[in-house]
């Protein structure tokens, strides 16, 4: 319950952060919405020297687009996404998965790019990236990076983000009009991180998959793109013999830990569940 001791920052531009972490060194953290890291700091897993609170960076925080693309702030909270109107047209897979992740109050302070930043397995976002084709903007002291979230993941809490950067923006693709979409997340009570979840984003042209991608939350040491399961659908229908193919080889990339949630096998069983009910949701919305 007790973090330790740490002095506190609180920059006014992206710049200044960057600065700050520069000249802190690595014993600095960045603080997001915090519910993630506080709670780590608590137990004592985290003890930082210096938090670099992003929370005043108003350059941080919106939701817009850009001719084909959405752009979301890094320090955007899950409430923004689930009441941005913009999201709800353009982007719904994100506002469904959003709608799943914790509860009100975690929320309200949780963010897109903390939640994407952490490197947690059991995270949302991550595989919901995967399925959305995202890239990610990685500001350091050398200028802007911009980075595919497939390939960002690089293992357990570790991703391509080097101590001295800072995500600043995501920039999602904007789906065409008609395209299928679902998030199906098990877990044992809400605010729980799943047991499985499977993202689909889907595109159906004359009753055959004509695109499809498909991302995996904690089903491995990162949120795994499931892409031989995606080439196995395209020029296919959706029906019973191609879903469970599909479901098999989602299944076969799986590599989850044993932990209260269940067994190795119990998860394996579950991500295939999760991605067969997903296709099919999602290719009920498509059209
Ligand atoms: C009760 C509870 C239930 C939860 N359930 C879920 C769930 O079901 N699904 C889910 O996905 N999450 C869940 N979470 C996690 C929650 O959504 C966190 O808020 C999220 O994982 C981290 O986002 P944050 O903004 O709080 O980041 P913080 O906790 O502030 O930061 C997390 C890490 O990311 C780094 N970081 C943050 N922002 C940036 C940035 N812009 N650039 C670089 N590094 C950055 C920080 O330095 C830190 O290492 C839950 C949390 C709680 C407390």
Redesign the pocket.
């Known amino acids: 319950m007790i973090p330790a001791a740490f002095d506190y920052h609180a920059p006014r531009s992206v710049g200044d952060a960057i600065k700050l972490l520069g000249d802190l060194g690595p014993d600095a953290?960045?603080?997001?919405?915090?519910?993630?890291?506080?709670?780590m700091m608590k137990l004592r897993f985290a003890q930082p020297s210096h938090l670099v609170d992003?929370g005043r960076i108003g350059e941080?925080r919106g939701i817009s687009q850009s001719g084909n693309e959405i752009l979301i702030g890094?320090?955007t909270t899950?409430d923004d996404l689930l009441r941005s109107p913009l999201l709800a047209d353009k982007l719904p897979l994100l506002v469904e998965g959003a709608g799943?992740?914790?509860?009100p109050q975690?929320r309200y302070?949780?963010?897109i790019?903390?939640?994407i930043?952490?490197g947690?397995p059991?995270?949302?976002?991550p595989a919901l990236m995967l399925a959305l084709d995202a890239s990610f903007v990685l500001q350091g002291p050398k200028g802007e990076r911009v980075v595919k979230a497939e390939g960002f993941f690089v293992g357990f809490y570790s991703t391509l983000?080097e101590p001295d950067?800072?995500?600043?923006r995501i920039r999602i693709p904007i789906p065409p009009p008609g395209s299928g979409w679902s998030y199906q997340k098990l877990k044992r009570k809400t605010?729980?991180?799943?047991t499985a979840a499977t993202a689909v984003l889907l595109q159906m042209s004359g009753g055959k998959v004509a695109k499809v991608a498909i991302g995996l939350t904690n089903a491995g040491p990162t949120a795994l793109k499931a892409s031989a399961s995606e080439a196995s659908l395209v020029g296919k229908a959706l029906d019973a013999a191609s879903v469970d193919e599909a479901a098999r080889l989602a299944m076969s990339i799986c590599e989850p830990s044993t932990d209260q949630r269940g067994d190795v096998a119990y998860k394996t069983a579950m991500c295939g569940e999760m991605t067969r009910r997903a296709l099919q949701a999602a290719a009920a919305r498509a059209n």
Do not use: C, R, Y
């Open positions: 953290k960045l603080l997001a919405g915090g519910h993630s890291l506080l709670p992003l941080l890094a320090m899950e799943w992740i914790a509860d975690v302070k949780g963010t790019g903390g939640d930043s952490h947690d059991g995270n949302d976002h983000l950067e800072i995500l600043t605010g729980d991180f799943a």
